[in-house]
């Protein structure tokens, strides 16, 4: 039975002769290998996936936490599981009500909380809980958030970790947010916010003079400028920032050309050999979510299989 996105229906009288007629007597006295065709049988009853839940296998108990169509009974005890795979896996769980998400997103284990913030089913009252929380990578998270709340966005602004303002101001949509980022003092999150597609032109001039070369520098492999900005910007102090601009898919040709008299034989080198799609210039980077390999990563409760 497939459950609404964040929902847990509890299992009731109904269920109890649902899915497979031995599935509980296999879980209860089956192998491992038995218990785990059991866990992931789509047939296998809800009563059952309850029973496998407290399965002594740590590799059976997260084959149940993967399942989106895990009843609550199920997945409620596995958000406190000593298992960090088991947890993580329930994190992940689109299926995860908004209730075990707010118990998961305060886990000890950074790898469960970060997972939280990529599941679709977090809400807003998950992403309040974040904003607060100690945690700076999970703060980051959240500030890579489509769409997030005009509130939490603001509180984000002011953030003490410089990376989290950074992380806000290359993804964010939000107009004041981006105006009032313009102003931070750090420079990484002016650089952020020069590889922001969503600034106007105004800011795009604005950061053109900036007086930091790395945030020139980044503004012209990122982003389109006016021709004002883009003259400007020939006869810049920086190096960095003229080859930025001889090797940026986003320069018209007209000022690349320019580029190829530049007094820096290394830039006009680079203007006159540039070659639309060699994939010189650099691309705003999905958000991360979170995702670790397999079994690794230090202190991991999880493992083998067992």
């Known amino acids: 039975m497939m459950t609404a996105m964040g929902k847990q229906q509890d299992v009731g ?20 290998d038995a218990r785990l065709a059991v866990a992931q049988d789509p047939t296998t009853s809800q009563l059952a996936l309850i029973d496998l ?39 992940r769980n689109p299926s995860t009500s908004v209730g075990n998400l707010l118990r998961l997103v305060k886990d000890a284990d950074r790898w469960v909380r970060w997972a ?26 959240l500030a890579e958030t489509h769409d997030l709340e005009p509130e939490l966005a603001a509180r984000l602004v002011d953030d003490v970790s410089p990376e989290v303002r950074e992380r806000l101001a290359t993804r964010t949509h939000d107009p004041e947010v981006i105006t009032a980022l313009l102003a931070d003092r750090t420079a990484r999150v002016r650089k952020g916010l020069a590889r922001n597609p969503r ?7 604005a950061l053109a003079q900036d007086p930091v070369v790395d945030v020139r520098a980044a503004l012209v492999a990122a982003v389109e400028l ?13 190096v960095q920032v003229r080859m930025a601009m001889a090797t940026s898919e986003l320069i018209p040709p007209h000022i690349r050309q320019a580029l190829t008299g530049d007094s820096d034989e290394l830039v006009a ?5 540039f070659r639309p799609g060699a994939g010189t210039s650099p691309v705003v980077r999905a958000p991360r979510v979170g995702h670790r390999a397999s079994g690794t990563g230090p202190g991991r409760s999880g493992g083998a299989r067992r």
């Open 226 to 238: 006016d021709e004002a900005d883009l003259r400007r910007l020939l006869d810049d102090r920086s």
């Open 53 to 91: 839940a407290s399965d002594p296998s740590a590799v059976v108990r997260k084959a149940v936490a993967t399942r989106t169509d895990a009843p609550a009974q199920a997945l409620r005890p596995l958000t406190r599981d000593h298992d960090r795979d088991v947890r993580e896996a329930v994190a």
């Open 269 to 273: 080198g680079a203007a006159r050999d």
């Open 199 to 205: 600034t106007t032109s105004a800011q795009r001039t």
């Open 13 to 32: 009288g109904s269920d109890r002769n649902s899915g497979s007629g031995d599935a509980a007597h296999v879980a209860a006295g089956g192998g491992l």
């Open 116 to 141: 939280v913030a990529g599941n679709p089913a977090c809400d807003e009252s998950v992403r309040r809980v974040m904003a607060q929380a100690p945690d700076k990578e999970l703060r980051g998270l």
